[in-house]
């Protein structure tokens, strides 16, 4: 499984950002897709997770700004970030996890928030 994602950046405070992650290979249809982020010094920390069925859970800190959504026939999931804050700033993963436990990463794309 190959996870490949996009759309990172700049931003100024306040503004918005939409993250993709498009996952290929052999994807069991039952699954968990996800975005985690790590800033520097800190440890990777789940950010927002959607079910095949669509069912989400997210962070504390980014309820209400950001909404994840997926497209189960593209194998694609997506971040839309709202009132974004400098304490986004991060590295955003996206990742994958199957009905047989197994988890996979993408590369990660840099967001970084800023005026």
């Known amino acids: 499984v190959q996870l490949q994602a996009c759309g990172g950046g700049l931003v100024q405070p306040g503004g918005s950002l939409r993250l993709s992650c498009a996952a290929s290979g052999s994807i069991s249809r039952i699954n968990v897709m996800g975005w985690y982020r790590q800033a520097p010094g800190n440890q990777r920390e789940l950010v927002a997770a959607?079910?095949?069925?669509?069912?989400?859970n997210y962070a504390d800190s980014v309820k209400g700004r950001f909404t994840i959504s997926r497209d189960n026939a593209k194998n694609t999931v997506y971040l839309q970030m709202n009132s974004l804050k400098p304490e986004d700033t991060a590295v955003y993963y996206c990742n994958l996890l199957n009905v047989r436990s197994e988890r996979y990463w993408g590369q990660g794309t840099q967001v970084t928030v800023s005026s």
């Open positions: 959607i079910t095949n069925g669509g069912t989400t």
